[in-house]
Structure formats: C-alpha cells, structure tokens
C-alpha cells in the first residue's frame, strides 16, 4: 500500500513540475492534503478520511527517512496534520448462539485453552478491547469488588 500512495504523491508532484524531494515545502504538502480532501471517487462520494489518513501517513514516513538519511536539510512533513482515522464500532455482533459455539469449541483440556476460554469470556462479558485485553494485569482486577 505505501508504494500506491507514494506513486499517488509521485504524480500529483509531476503535474505541478515538483521533480525533487528538495522541492517540496509543507505549504505544498498541505496543498497535496487538500487535493485529497476534495478528492472524488468514481461515484462521487469524497474520499474517506481513513483514506485520506492512508495516503498521508507513508508521505510522512517517508519524508522522515530522507531528512534522516540526509537527503533533505528538513522535513517538511514534520508538523503536517493527519486526518485521524473515525474509531467505528464492530459491524457484525454475535447472537447469543454463536457467542456459545465460540465457547464450546475452545478446548479446555489444555492449558492454552483454559486461558483461551478465559480471554473470550472476558471480552464477551466486559466489552473491553482486544489491547485492553493484552494489557491486562492481575493488579487490574479488584477481587474483593469483582470488578476488572
């Protein structure tokens, strides 16, 4: 993906007669990100800001690498604003049914699958995130209160 949206830039610079890195300044970079922001697909719609955020970020990695590497005397990406990618709730929630069959087919004959069966239903049963999950600690869990 950061290939397409480096080429994406790559042509987006050509029209405008950009030929070197050195020849990108953050004023031309934000006029880059506006492109985007008026941007349409092919049925009209704008782009998405996840889009936009996808098209963005390798920009700023690679402008990164070059001012390390010496290429450029500056980043010029350094303090460019990225669209923040929209936090979405989970589009397919399971029926009670299913959530059982997860849980039934969790062998907990082993030890892997105690601890299996353990992270399913407590992310079932708090709605806590998966990095909340990982991160978990037992001083997170009040046993007295029974409360995570």
């Known amino acids: 993906m950061p290939r397409v949206c480096l080429k994406t830039v790559y ?24 492109h985007l922001y008026y941007t349409r697909k092919s049925n009209g719609d704008p782009l998405s800001t996840g ?20 290429h450029i005397l500056y980043n010029p990406a350094s303090e460019l604003e990225i669209p923040k990618k929209p936090k979405r709730l989970p589009k397919a929630i399971l029926h009670q049914d299913e959530i059982n069959d997860v849980l039934n087919s969790i062998d907990i004959t082993t030890v892997s699958g ?5 992270m399913i239903e407590t992310l079932y049963s708090t709605g806590m995130r ?18 995570i």
Not at 17 to 25: A, G, K, R, V
Not at 114 to 118: I, K, M, Q
Request: charged share 35%.
């Open 11 to 34: 042509v987006w610079c050509e029209e405008r007669e950009l030929q070197q890195p050195q020849d990108i300044t953050k004023p031309i970079l934000e006029r880059y990100k506006r």
């Open 51 to 70: 889009s936009q955020h996808t098209l963005l970020t390798p920009l700023k990695t690679f402008f990164r690498y070059l001012a390390k590497e010496n």
């Open 114 to 118: 105690v601890r299996d069966r353990a």
């Open 130 to 147: 998966r990095m909340e999950l990982v991160n978990l600690t037992i001083y997170d869990i009040d046993h007295r209160r029974g409360v």
